[in-house]
């Protein structure tokens, strides 16, 4: 990361075969692909509650007691809407409710960032008294983040992009 935080704000001397001159080369890193599991390490979010990575706190999850899993049914947010899986007869395909939330506000990086900027984070794996950390667990209350991710340490644009994390089609089913 620190060679492409040098690469961003000074770039390096290249040699270009064709021209035959040198010139200034300065590279940036606009997007990441990966599969879902990788998401979750680069982005340091959590798998709980605010798990969606496009949601983040206005994620709507349930808890299912009989299989003990968290599940998010608010994915039909993302309808169209006049869309057929919102009509009546869907409804007990789903939640057995209609869709009652709007699309969430779409949150950008700076947004995150100012999520993020104050998590302090000690590694290993007990606390100073000694007793075991829970991993799983926020540092703030009602952040979804473990840590700030090494992106907004090195590159002062990463917070400005669009998109930050593309999921590889080739791993999902």
């Not at 699309?103 to 794996?125: C, E, L, N, S, W």
Request: glycine share 6%.
């Amino acid at each position: 990361m620190q060679e492409m935080e040098t690469l961003w704000k000074e770039g390096i001397d290249m040699f270009d075969g064709f021209t035959r001159q040198i010139f200034n080369l300065i590279a940036i890193i606009f997007t990441t692909i990966h599969d879902y599991q990788a998401l979750f390490v680069l982005s340091r979010q959590i798998k709980a509650r605010m798990g969606c990575t496009v949601c983040v706190d206005q994620t709507l999850s349930s808890f299912l007691e009989c299989s003990r899993k968290l599940v998010y049914l608010g994915y039909r947010h993302f309808l169209v809407e006049r869309h057929r899986y919102l009509s009546k007869k869907f409804y007990n395909f789903f939640d057995g409710k209609p869709k009652l939330h709007s699309a969430p506000v779409k949150r950008d990086g700076h947004y995150i960032f100012k999520m993020v900027r104050t998590i302090q984070v000690t590694y290993g794996k007990v606390t100073k008294d000694g007793k075991k950390k829970n991993r799983d667990k926020a540092p703030i209350e009602g952040v979804p983040f473990k840590k700030q991710s090494i992106f907004y340490k090195y590159l002062p644009y990463w917070g400005d992009l669009e998109v930050h994390h593309a999921i590889d089609g080739m791993h999902l089913k």
